[in-house]
């Protein structure tokens, strides 16, 4: 128990010494920003292994929602077990707006990087096994508008040391919108959704 409330403690050590210039949170960051629907459309890792079909984290996220305490509950649509199903994670507020904390296949560090109107770069270092890796998102309110945020998008990957053979543009305008959302990013296999016809409209619309 000492021993993993050590590690525990250094893990968030580390997160307030890394270098901030790294990983820049949007200057005057409310959640209320984030808050509401959203269009995944890119996935970008240091390890191209989690964003690839079957990974932990290709995953489509159609919505953020405050809560009460401060806290973030993300919702995702992903694969598991052959089944596209929808799960949240709750994102723990820190003492710094914009940058939250939460457990996914180890312990995770969210930055809002920036954040518009049209579009939201989140930023994901996972520190799982003492092997991290950073995984970057861009989420738009539509499909053509969070394009506006690719620039910077590219940007922050490079930034990151993700090069352009570990980013994918996951956007549904490649496919008809209901395939995509019944693939759940997979090309090969169709698979059964434990989903409303109002969660798809949510995702598709």
């Known amino acids: ?26 200057q005057g960051f409310s959640p209320d920003q984030v808050t509401g629907s959203w269009k995944t459309l890119n996935l970008a890792s240091t390890n191209r292994s989690v964003i690839e079909e079957g990974g932990a984290y290709r995953c489509f996220m159609p919505s953020i929602v405050h809560l009460n305490n401060g806290n973030l509950n993300i919702t995702y649509f992903h694969r598991k077990d052959g089944k596209c199903v929808k799960e949240y994670i709750v994102a723990e507020k820190t003492d710094i707006p914009g940058r939250y904390t939460f457990e996914y296949q180890g312990k995770n560090y969210l930055t809002f990087v920036a954040v518009t109107k049209d579009y939201v770069i989140m930023d994901y270092e996972n520190q799982c096994e003492g092997n991290p890796f950073v995984v970057v998102e861009l989420h738009g309110r539509t499909l053509l508008s969070g394009k506006l945020g690719l620039v910077a998008y590219l940007k922050h990957t490079a930034r990151r040391g993700i090069g352009p053979g570990n980013i ?12 995509q959302l019944l693939l759940c990013g997979s090309p090969a296999t169709v698979a059964m959704m434990t989903v409303t016809p109002m969660e798809i409209k949510g995702v598709v619309g």
């Not at 050590?6 to 270098?19: F, I």
């Not at 994918?168 to 395939?179: G, I, T, W, Y």
């Open 1 to 26: 128990m000492k021993l993993l409330l050590l590690l525990a403690v250094g893990l968030d050590l580390a997160w307030t010494q890394q270098d901030q210039s790294q990983v820049p949170v949007q």
């Open 168 to 179: 994918e543009d996951v956007s549904l305008n490649r496919k008809p919108p209901f395939l």
